[in-house]
């Protein structure tokens, strides 16, 4: 990885940091988001979020709530966005960042039925920003990391 690449990771993974401080989120919550934002982050994705602009979105915008879901079986990743739009309320937010990881069986119908799901409870005025990763130790699973940002 480059200089600036690590540069741009660790400040953030520090502004994540800084901002799941403040945000509402679960007990327990901060700790599994910062866990797989880093997994996430380790290697590159199918769909890549941009680390400034990430970082940009994180330092202009509020970061109020954030949510993960983790399902496995049919329909996993849209089962994924719901377990984690359950705990927060998206409707509200500006912006929302989107990562999704899955196994190599992750289909992209999957993922586009979960952007679905999350473009109907957002507002029509929302943008979102995907991000999709392939990880092999995902098997027959999908989680979703959803930020919301005022």
């Known amino acids: 990885m480059r200089e600036k690449e690590t540069h741009d990771k660790t400040e953030v993974e520090n502004l994540l940091d800084l901002a799941l401080t403040m945000a509402e989120l ?3 919550e901060k700790s599994k988001i910062m866990r797989s934002f880093r997994r996430f982050f380790s290697e590159p994705a199918f769909i890549d979020v941009d680390f400034v602009e990430t970082a940009q979105l994180l330092r202009n915008g509020r970061l109020v709530r954030a949510a993960l879901g983790r399902t496995r079986g049919i329909d996993k990743a849209r089962q994924a966005a719901k377990l984690a739009a359950s705990d927060i309320r998206i ?10 990881t899955g196994g190599g069986d992750l289909e992209i119908e999957d993922t586009s039925r979960a952007l679905d799901y999350i473009k109907a409870a957002a507002d029509h005025n929302c943008e979102i920003i995907v991000s999709v990763k392939v990880d092999e130790g995902f098997n027959g699973e999908a989680e979703l990391i959803i930020l919301c940002i005022k």
């Open 26 to 28: 679960k007990p327990g």
């Open 91 to 100: 409707e509200e937010a500006k912006k929302l960042l989107l990562f999704v």
